[in-house]
Nanobody, 118 residues
Framework: VQLQASGGGLVQPGGSLRLSCAAS????????MGWYRQAPGKQRELVAS???????NYADSVKGRFAISRDNAKKTVYLQMNSLKPEDTAVYYC?????????????WGQGTLVTVSS
């Protein structure tokens, strides 16, 4: 599985961006897909995830502002980000994982930089 992220950029506070993550290869064994982010000097954190059945999970800091969705036919996951704040500034990484014996195996896309600044 290969993941290609796009859609980052510079946006003013209160603005919106939509990130896309296009997957190639078989997603048959993939359990979840989602987005993580890493701000300078901080650990990578989960932003949002979505299961193959469409159930979603969000970090508390983005609930009500971000929405994750997926188009299975296009093998693409989207992250709609609204009401962006300066603290949302980070490199955003697309993620997919599958269960393996004893844990999980993660696939990562290249990061896309989101900068929220006036």
């Amino acid at each position: 599985v290969q993941l290609q992220a796009s859609g980052g950029g510079l946006v003013q506070p209160g603005g919106s961006l939509r990130l896309s993550c296009a997957a190639s290869g078989s997603l048959f064994s993939i359990n979840n897909m989602g987005w993580y982010r890493q701000a300078p000097g901080k650990q990578r954190e989960l932003v949002a995830s979505i299961t193959s059945g469409g159930s979603t999970n969000y970090a508390d800091s983005v609930k009500g502002r971000f929405a994750i969705s997926r188009d299975n036919a296009k093998k693409t996951v989207y992250l709609q980000m609204n009401s962006l704040k300066p603290e949302d500034t980070a490199v955003y990484y697309c993620n997919a994982w599958r269960a393996v014996v004893g844990g999980r195996y993660d696939y990562w896309g290249q990061g896309t930089l989101v900068t929220v600044s006036s």
